[in-house]
């Protein structure tokens, strides 16, 4: 495999695929919208293991929000930066893997979108963006990995609830505290916040072209419950979506690679970009099926 190289002005971190099988995928870290960045597992692993499998990864550099106040930033330092800007950094590399696809050796129609946990919001947001622009190129697939889709959570249910309570270090996302990154992220209220940023709350009225999905959600991980509610809305919207639970796991399990599961949810990532089908274009029409002057 080449190694990988920077790009669009550094905004992107492109890993060429080893022997290309034409796909391609646009994919975001995560870190609460205000922590991570290209090196870490559930980017550089991630985007290194499906590079080897045949899928070109653009790997994209967000601009991150503040560290929100009271959490613990491990001597990491966050951005400045609130939304739109996260999300329009993933519809401007999305923009441009769409225009270098030829160049990257991607068919444009086998060119997904996804992330991890704030990066499977974003890149859930941009598709929803992309929508409401008409875009002429949506994404071919999306993949989520225990993504966070909803500022104000429903609760868990009771067995999910006991889970967490068995497992205290898992127990990180409660409702307070998703409140709280959100409105970090948005930089104030989350009153008339858009799609965009809150992916979640989207109807079924404004899924009806939302592309096939792939949610894998952590198993004890509270934010799982924001993954099953648009999984919902995606099938009440006639969309394909298959929502997987990795069992035995906590929250970002594909920052773990020496963890098994890690690997599984890989191999499921893999297998649904190498079944993208290549569309066939419409034969051109002759000269009987011409319309008439």
């Not at 971190?13 to 646009?26: D, H, K, Q």
């Not at 500022?151 to 409140?179: K, M, S, T």
Request: avoid cysteine; charged fraction near 20%; hydrophobic fraction near 45%.
């Amino acid at each position: 495999m080449s190694e990988p190289y920077s790009a669009a002005d550094g905004l992107v971190r492109v890993y060429p695929a080893r022997e290309p099988n034409g796909t391609g995928l646009v994919w975001a870290h995560g870190g609460a919208f205000a922590f991570g960045d290209l090196d870490m597992p559930e980017s550089d692993w991630v985007a290194s293991q499906l590079a080897a499998r045949g899928t070109t990864v653009v790997s994209v550099d967000y601009r991150l929000a503040p560290v929100p106040p009271g959490w613990d930033a491990a001597g990491r330092a966050g951005g400045a930066h609130h939304y739109p800007a996260g999300s329009d950094d993933m519809l401007a590399a999305w923009a441009w893997a769409v225009a270098n696809a030829h160049r990257l050796r991607i068919d444009r129609e086998r060119l997904a979108i996804g992330g991890t946990s704030a990066g499977g919001n974003l890149a859930a947001g941009a598709t929803l963006r992309l929508i409401e622009r008409r875009a002429a190129q949506l994404p071919a697939l999306v993949l989520l990995a225990y993504p966070t889709l909803l500022a104000v959570q429903p609760a868990p249910d009771a067995a999910l609830r006991a889970a967490l309570d068995a497992q205290p270090e898992a127990d990180r996302f409660g409702a307070d505290a998703v409140r709280a990154m959100y409105e970090n992220y948005l930089g104030g209220s989350l009153e008339r916040a858009p799609l965009g940023a809150i992916p979640g709350l989207a109807r079924p009225v404004d899924l009806v072209q939302f592309p096939p999905t792939l949610i894998v959600n952590g198993d004890v991980d509270e934010l799982r419950v924001s993954g099953e509610v648009f999984a919902a809305s995606l099938r009440a919207a006639g969309r394909s979506v298959e929502a997987v639970t990795e069992l035995g796991t906590e929250h970002g399990h594909l920052n773990r690679p020496h963890e098994a599961a890690a690997s599984v949810t890989l191999d499921r990532f893999a297998t649904r970009l190498a079944g993208l089908s290549i569309r066939t274009p419409a034969p051109a029409p002759t000269p009987q099926d011409a319309p008439a002057a």
